[in-house]
């Protein structure tokens, strides 16, 4: 079996995985990362989302020998210090969620959609998290979530 060597929230781990075994499921079964949901196994929903290297992924559809050597941020991972990220809090703050299955997904995409665009307006933040589904919400608190989880995170210069 191949032995690969991962960071996940800042630990390093070496494990040895079936060549098909998923990312998902090494977080979840092996690495006790039970915040990243499986939803559909088919990489349609967005629930499992995790970021890989600063890149949102689906976790689902990524085999964990191809995270050979990367760097894994969960939901979990985000915290610090028992502080929530500014991107979670805006999500508990907005009631950005209703039975919360998606909430991980969403949080990990739109923290990456950040990344390339600071400043989103609703249309953009609608398009930037077309992958991730949410079957409670009307998405319109989500939409302000991430649009007050991007202000929370910008960098306020004197």
Not at 115 to 130: A, N, Q, T
């Amino acid at each position: 079996m191949p032995r690969i060597a991962i960071t996940v929230d800042g630990i390093a781990y070496e494990e040895e995985v079936e060549p098909r075994l998923l990312l998902v499921h090494l977080l979840r079964d092996r690495l006790g990362k039970t915040g990243t949901p499986i939803g559909c196994d088919t990489s349609n929903c967005g629930a499992c989302t995790v970021l890989l290297d600063g890149k949102s992924v689906k976790s689902c559809s990524v085999l964990a020998v191809q995270a050979d050597g990367s760097a894994i941020t969960t939901i979990e991972g985000l915290a610090a210090n028992g502080t929530l990220h500014p991107m979670q809090r805006a999500f508990h703050e907005e009631h950005a969620l209703q039975c919360g299955y998606c909430t991980p997904g969403m949080v990990m995409a739109a923290i990456d959609m950040l990344r390339d665009d600071p400043e989103p307006s609703e249309e953009s933040i609608r398009h930037g998290l077309e992958g991730n589904l949410c079957r409670c919400t009307g998405y319109c608190n989500i939409v302000r979530a991430v649009r007050r989880g991007a202000q929370d995170m910008a960098v306020k210069t004197p």
